[in-house]
């Protein structure tokens, strides 16, 4: 079936076809105006010419249907050429076997493959030179839309049923790679067989190579993280296809099971309409849930084979799962299978390894609790290159994830935090012992990182001395405020004239905590140029003094900003209140600019430095 599938090489062909219709005098118009959009042409030419809807325009032996779907024309055109045939003549085929519904497939036209069967039923049932029929070529092209489509409409029976075998097979990894998660399950359940009959590759380990499709590889900012949160399950397990209007045997079984879901569709869809990346939200958690629901049900399915079998076709999924951190996979597996914590790849990496080497603390975790008696044989083990474990934790990452480790500001910390951490779990005699370099981990981490403790150095200075301005002027401006009273001071005793007012007590305190944070700032800043920048200061050391120093730079801003709102209350806003809308306004400005761009990081490094460690 793999073979039958592959891509055609169209300069393999020789393309001398005896075509007569390519050489009467009415084709060549006929071809230009199909490609052109040329209705009136056309229906003049077919008119005089009857012969000339079957006829094969090209030396692809491609009818007028076939030359105006590939030329992209609207449903409308290929509405009134449809119009104009029969039915058994759109079973007519390319010299590659396509019929025009293989061709809207490609192009993921539903429209027209709606139109199309609805003109003959036959049409999904033809196979071309390929061995595809059009949902494969629809799915293969992750057309979702055209995919649940003709799933609908594409019934399976004695006579040919495309959801068994190897056309099932192929089927099923093609609505995985799609992301058609919810047909691909429907396929599962009613063909068990195919969660393992497969020729190439095996449909968990085309999820395994698709993070995005589960929940951990979800990247959402906290405003979808908390839509996300919201969406409630039981619009989740509503398949696709019933959110579409689509008749498929999913929705069909999905509506008899539970009828008074369709009240909570149309409620959905309504707030939706209102809250635009609801859509969007909903269908990523409804892809989420039924790629882990998929998964489940194949490796139920696995579970039933003999250990050789079933190591066979779980140890490529299980460790590509922890490669690329679908630590769904990976923990699905491990019930299902709790051998396979011994499976390892050429490299003789475990799934321990590559948890370590990819920096996937979620699979660090679930192995970590699920090992048991293969804790101490995991953490023994070689590679090729006779690194233990922590040679690996010592070594950077194996792809760039730096920048996207959750929760951690400063990547040195990070690395940091995954070296000690490993470090417990081996054996004393482990920590210093050589590869086939003759390394140990210390000696590599040391190398490995040197570049990167340099960056973080330039970083962490360009910090401090942007933030150390910024506090001095603060501190400047506080300090000038407290001596230059609003409102001047009475020349009688030399109080403050609006000493006796609230708005003033609120002046003087906030700014004296303006100038007092603002010192704090500059002496927490002033530290970090005069550190050592050692290695091991960058675990907890340098973080303390940079989480200090932001900390109290936002709250020198806040009481600034606060002191500024009292001041201008005294002096312009006492006689008209509505004066003091705006002022406020203005004065939240700085404050939440400096929130949004500064608070998030700097609670990912408390998180980071002050939490619970991030593999517990």
């Given at each position: ?6 891509t055609?090489?169209?300069s393999?062909?020789?393309?001398i076809?005896?075509v007569?219709?390519?050489h009467?005098?009415?084709?060549l ?9 040329d ?5 003049k ?17 491609e ?17 009134k ?5 029969q ?6 085929t ?6 025009a ?5 490609v ?5 027209a ?7 003959n ?20 092209r992750g057309?979702?839309d ?17 959801f068994?075998d ?8 093609f609505t995985?790679?799609?992301?058609c998660?919810?047909?691909a ?7 068990p ?12 380990e085309l ?18 993280q ?27 079984s ?8 369709e009240?909570?569709?149309?409620v ?7 809250v635009?990346?609801?859509k969007?939200?909903?269908?990523t958690?409804?892809?989420?849930h039924?790629?882990?629901?998929l ?17 066979s ?16 996979i ?6 299902s ?17 590559l948890?370590?080497?990819y ?6 975790k679930?192995v ?14 070689l ?5 233990n474990?922590l040679h690996?934790?010592?070594y950077?990452p ?21 070296y ?5 779990f ?24 040197h570049?990167?403790?340099?960056h973080e150095?330039?970083?962490m ?14 501190a ?8 230059t ?6 020349e009688k ?10 708005a003033?007590?609120?002046f003087a ?17 002033l ?9 091991k ?10 989480i ?9 801003v806040?009481?600034l ?5 009292s ?10 209140t ?15 600019l400096?929130?949004?761009?500064q608070?998030?990081?700097?609670l990912?490094?408390?998180?980071s ?8």
């Amino acid at each position: 079936m793999a073979s039958r599938l592959a891509t055609t090489n169209i300069s393999n062909f020789d393309f001398i076809i005896n075509v007569e219709d390519s050489h009467q005098s009415w084709s060549l118009p006929l071809y230009e105006a199909l490609n052109d959009g040329d209705w009136e042409t056309v229906e003049k030419i077919m008119k005089q010419q009857p012969a000339a809807i079957t006829a094969r325009l090209t030396p692809l032996a491609e009818t007028p249907l076939l030359v105006a779907v590939k030329a992209g024309q609207g449903v409308a055109f290929i509405k009134k050429l449809v119009r104009l045939m029969q039915p058994e003549t759109l079973l007519l085929t390319d010299y590659f076997g396509n019929t025009a519904l293989h061709a809207v497939a490609v192009l993921g036209n539903t429209q027209a493959a709606r139109l199309f069967v609805g003109k003959n039923r036959e049409l999904p049932y033809i196979w071309n030179s390929d061995g595809c029929l059009a949902i494969h070529l629809a799915a293969m092209r992750g057309h979702r839309d055209t995919t649940s489509y003709l799933f609908a409409v594409t019934r399976e029976d004695d006579r040919l049923d495309p959801f068994k075998d190897a056309a099932g097979a192929t089927l099923l990894n093609f609505t995985v790679t799609a992301g058609c998660c919810d047909l691909a399950l429907y396929l599962v359940e009613h063909n068990p067989r195919l969660a393992w009959q497969h020729e190439d590759v095996s449909p968990l380990e085309l999820l395994a190579q698709e993070p995005s499709a589960f929940p951990s590889g979800m990247d959402f900012n906290i405003w979808n993280q908390f839509i996300y949160s919201c969406v409630p399950m039981k619009l989740v397990e509503i398949p696709e296809c019933s959110v579409r209007n689509i008749k498929s045997p999913v929705c069909s079984s999905f509506k008899r099971q539970r009828p008074l879901r369709e009240l909570h569709v149309i409620v959905w869809r309504v707030l939706e309409r209102l809250v635009w990346p609801l859509k969007r939200i909903r269908r990523t958690k409804a892809m989420h849930h039924q790629a882990v629901q998929l998964v489940k049900r194949v490796c139920s399915e696995i579970k039933s084979l003999d250990n050789a079998k079933a190591s066979s076709i779980l140890t490529g999924p299980f460790l590509l799962g922890a490669q690329n951190g679908v630590h769904e996979i990976v923990k699905e597996i491990l019930q299902s299978f709790p051998h396979a914590i011994t499976f390892v790849d050429e490299e003789n990496h475990s799934v321990f390894h590559l948890a370590v080497m990819y920096r996937h603390e979620e699979i660090f975790k679930i192995v970590h609790q699920q090992s048991g008696q293969y804790k101490l044989c995991l953490s023994l083990l070689l590679d090729n290159a006779r690194n233990n474990i922590l040679h690996l934790a010592a070594y950077r990452p194996h792809q760039d994830l730096l920048d996207l480790s959750s929760g951690a500001v400063l990547r040195m910390q990070r690395e940091l935090q995954w070296y000690k951490e490993v470090e417990k779990f081996v054996l004393p005699q482990e920590r210093k012992s050589k590869n086939a370099q003759g390394k140990t981990p210390l000696t590599i981490f040391n190398e490995e990182h040197h570049e990167l403790a340099a960056h973080e150095t330039q970083w962490m200075t360009g910090m401090a001395t942007s933030c150390t301005v910024a506090a001095s002027l603060i501190a400047t401006v506080a300090f000038a405020a407290a001596i230059t009273v609003p409102g001047g001071n009475n020349e009688k005793d030399g109080l403050p004239i609006f000493s006796s007012e609230k708005a003033f007590l609120l002046f003087a305190v906030f700014d004296g905590l303006a100038l007092l944070s603002s010192i704090t700032t500059v002496l927490s800043f002033l530290s970090i140029f005069t550190s050592r920048y050692a290695v091991k200061d960058f675990l907890y050391a340098l973080p303390n003094r940079l989480i200090i120093g932001l900390i109290s730079l936002f709250l020198s801003v806040t009481s600034l900003m606060i002191a500024f709102g009292s001041t201008m209350f005294l002096v312009a806003a006492r006689k008209n209140t509505l004066i003091l809308v705006p002022i406020t306004m203005l004065a939240c400005v700085p404050v939440t600019l400096f929130a949004s761009l500064q608070l998030p990081p700097l609670l990912n490094m408390i998180k980071s430095t002050y939490g619970p460690s991030i593999f517990y």
